[in-house]
């Protein structure tokens, strides 16, 4: 196993801890974004009504993907660590361009 194939690991771990740490974030921009664009109410107390045009009712999903949210109280840390992670990978590949 040569050593770019193992660097190609490690992206794809990396890779799958962002996206899992991230997940509360992703859920509620998602949640925001379709509750914004259909005109619907969201918020932690209950579940509102909120028709698609699907004719199905998304309340009970948006309320899930927002109350989602709070996992960011426990994945705060590897949101951090992962943000640092890329933007050091991202520094390093302009830094070696730059170099040519």
């Known amino acids: 196993m040569g050593p770019g194939r193992r660097s190609r690991w490690g992206y794809a771990a990396l890779l799958a801890v962002t996206l899992v740490a991230w997940a509360p974030v992703i859920s509620l921009a998602l949640m925001s974004a379709v509750a914004g664009t259909l005109g619907c109410r969201v918020d932690e107390g ?7 045009p699907f004719g199905q009712d998304l309340g ?41």
């Open 60 to 100: 009970p999903l948006l309320y899930a993907m927002g109350v989602m949210g709070w996992l960011m109280l426990a994945t705060a840390p590897f949101m951090l660590v992962t943000g640092l992670a890329w933007l050091l990978l991202l520094l390093r590949w302009g830094w070696r361009k730059i170099r040519g």
């Open 46 to 52: 209950s579940v509102h009504p909120c028709p698609s």
